[in-house]
């Protein structure tokens, strides 16, 4: 793999209003200035629709559309469809939604537009939360993790986004994030390159929701991966799975203790997540057939 390359062209700018050291920002920086000035957002309430900046001010330079929560799928179909109509085929169309606005709220829109291979890049921010209204949770949110909604912790599992989406059978989907930065560039430009619905889930640890000091997100993104909670991976056509960086077998504790929404974990539900983790990790190196 290729080292990582910072784009010239700078897309998204300094100047916007996210939390000091965010993820999502970092995340952005590279998606934007990756695909290029020859490209439309579309982006639902989320905290990147602060960070984009007040009207008239922008901290993206190319045109964006303020949708509905539920509509980030369809609405950048609905674009590329405008745009392949007047025969400006080269146009890329991306979503930049949230977890609530992808797992929840969105999920319907994306799997119409999945079932219609319609050709757009669909990002998913996933910061395991509806951050920007307060930390809620989202179906997203792990087993167990604090939310001011779920204040003695989540019950019930994340959901696998990614499991769902492949059983669409689209060309791609790809999980990443900041802390591998070179695998994040690689993944865009191999997405970029593609026709139909392209979806890329990247795990974006939040300093407020998460709980955990603002200079750290890019050893959160890696313990993600080290320890199994997120491996990075892709899966082509619904059926075959890559993986890129996976668990080096690190507890899930050394994850776990670094962040506030875990703090009142006991022993038996550490034990539980590791399990699940776990047995995540066995059932994804299956289908990858390792
Ligand atoms: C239909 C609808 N319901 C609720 C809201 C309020 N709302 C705005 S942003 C948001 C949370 C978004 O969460 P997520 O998609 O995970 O993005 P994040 O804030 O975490 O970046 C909510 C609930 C809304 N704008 N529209
Ligand atoms: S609340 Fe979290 S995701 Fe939102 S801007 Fe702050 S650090 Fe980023
Ligand atoms: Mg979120």
């Given at each position: 793999m290729k080292h990582y390359e910072i784009a010239e062209e700078r897309v998204f700018l300094p100047g916007h209003a996210a939390c000091p050291g965010c993820a999502m920002a970092l995340a952005l920086r590279y998606?934007?200035?990756?695909?290029?000035?020859?490209?439309?957002?579309?982006?639902?309430?989320?905290?990147?629709?602060?960070?984009?900046?007040?009207?008239?001010?922008?901290?993206?330079?190319?045109?964006?559309?303020?949708n509905s929560f539920e509509s980030s799928a369809s609405t950048a179909a609905g674009i590329k469809r405008a745009f392949?109509?007047?025969?400006?085929?080269?146009?890329?169309?991306?979503?930049?939604?949230?977890?609530?606005?992808?797992?929840?709220i969105g999920l319907q829109a994306l799997s119409s537009v999945a079932e219609h291979n319609e050709d757009i890049m669909y990002f998913?921010?996933?910061?395991?939360?509806?951050m920007n209204t307060g930390t809620q949770k989202s179906s997203s949110t792990p087993r167990h993790a604090y939310t001011t909604s779920t204040p003695g912790g989540k019950e019930s599992r994340k959901k696998n986004l990614v499991e769902i989406m492949a059983a669409h059978r689209v060309p791609y989907?790809?999980?990443?994030?900041?802390?591998?930065?070179?695998?994040?560039?690689?993944?865009?430009?191999?997405?970029?390159?593609?026709q139909g619905t392209r979806i890329v889930v990247l795990l974006t640890p939040c300093i407020d929701g998460w709980g955990f000091p603002?200079?750290?997100?890019?050893?959160?993104s890696r313990l993600a991966v080290q320890t199994g909670v997120f491996?990075?991976?892709?899966?082509?056509?619904?059926?075959k799975y890559t993986i890129n960086h996976g668990s080096q077998g690190?507890?899930?504790?050394?994850?776990?203790?670094?962040?506030?929404?875990?703090?009142?974990?006991?022993?038996?539900?550490?034990?539980?997540?590791?399990?699940?983790?776990?047995q995540?990790?066995?059932?994804?190196?299956?289908?990858?057939?390792?």
């Open positions: 998606i934007l200035n990756t695909v290029g000035l020859n490209a439309v957002g579309v982006i639902p309430p989320s905290c990147m629709g602060p960070m984009m900046g007040a009207n008239p001010y922008s901290s993206m330079r190319i045109p964006i559309i303020h392949k109509a007047r025969g400006k085929d080269d146009v890329h169309v991306l979503a930049l939604a949230g977890d609530g606005g992808t797992y929840d998913c921010m996933d910061n395991e939360g509806y989907i790809a999980t990443t994030n900041i802390g591998y930065l070179d695998d994040l560039v690689y993944k865009i430009k191999k997405a970029k390159k593609m603002g200079n750290d997100v890019a050893t959160m491996p990075l991976y892709e899966v082509e056509d619904g059926e690190m507890p899930i504790e050394n994850y776990l203790k670094r962040q506030r929404r875990y703090r009142h974990l006991s022993k038996d539900q550490i034990e539980e997540i590791q399990k699940e983790v776990d995540g990790w066995q059932r994804l190196q299956k289908l990858a057939n390792l």
